[in-house]
């Protein structure tokens, strides 16, 4: 049973940058042709998709984040990991991790996020 | 970006009911669609993908709907446990996309 656990500190100034990471357990993050995401949601809010990476390191952006955000993988320590730099107070949200898995329908990949962290709340706040 | 626009936003309904959210998208997203379920303080679980194909695990009273531009997730008769917010997500392509939410609520 794949899981993934969220770290990174709750607590993050203006103008710094948030760091988070997930590590991945009950499975390699370099097996399979999954993606690897990272989502958010502000309190009381919807989810806001903010970008991903596959096992290769090719990654995909929000574009409205894009400027910001960079997302790694360390295959060595089955983790990957969020930046988001400039942070103001519409970055305070609850940041999960999660993977996509995929269903594959005669070479058609319909993919969904179907292994999530349980979530970190990240408040940005001087 | 692909717009996702789910109604109601909000519904209230009695144990037994029959319920069915709507997820309308923006542009034709095939059958690229996907329901999950959230509960409060939880993550999201997956309940439907592909439009239509139940999720292992998920209850047989779920079921989803529609290709194109309109989508349909149905609970056949509502359990306490099934209050909730649900949301649609395309995945057609990046950004991906969630709706806005649709909480049920007991009645």
């Known amino acids: 049973q794949v899981q993934l656990q969220e770290s990174g500190p709750g607590l993050v100034k203006p103008s710094q940058t948030l760091s988070l990471t997930c590590t991945v357990s009950g499975g390699s993050i370099s097996s399979g042709s999954y993606y690897w995401s990272w989502i958010r949601q502000p309190a009381g809010k919807g989810l806001e998709w903010i970008g991903r990476?596959?096992?290769?390191?090719?990654?995909n952006y929000n574009p409205s984040l894009k400027s910001r955000v960079t997302i790694s993988v360390d295959t060595s320590k089955n983790q990957f990991s969020l930046k988001l730099s400039s942070v103001t107070a519409a970055d305070t949200a609850v940041y999960y991790c999660?993977?996509?898995?995929?269903?594959?329908?005669?070479?058609?990949?319909?993919?969904?996020?179907?292994?999530w962290g349980q979530g970190t709340l990240v408040t940005v706040s001087s | 970006d692909i717009q996702m626009t789910q109604s109601p936003s909000s519904l209230s309904a009695s144990v037994g009911d029959r319920v069915t959210i709507t997820c309308r998208a923006s542009?034709?997203?095939?059958?690229?669609l996907n329901w999950y379920q959230q509960k409060p303080g939880k993550a999201p679980n997956l309940l439907i993908y592909?439009?239509?194909s139940l999720q292992s695990g998920v209850p047989s009273r779920f079921s989803g709907s529609g290709s194109g531009t309109d989508f349909t997730l149905t609970i056949s008769s509502l359990q306490p446990e099934d209050f909730a917010t649900y949301y649609c997500?395309?995945?057609?392509?990046?950004?991906?996309?969630f709706g806005q939410g649709t909480k049920l609520e007991i009645k």
């Open positions: 997500q395309q995945s057609y392509s990046t950004p991906r996309t």
């Open positions: 592909a439009a239509s």
């Open positions: 990476i596959y096992t290769s390191g090719s990654t």
């Open positions: 999660a993977r996509s898995g995929y269903y594959d329908s005669s070479g058609y990949y319909y993919y969904y996020f179907d292994y």
């Open positions: 542009q034709s997203i095939s059958s690229y």
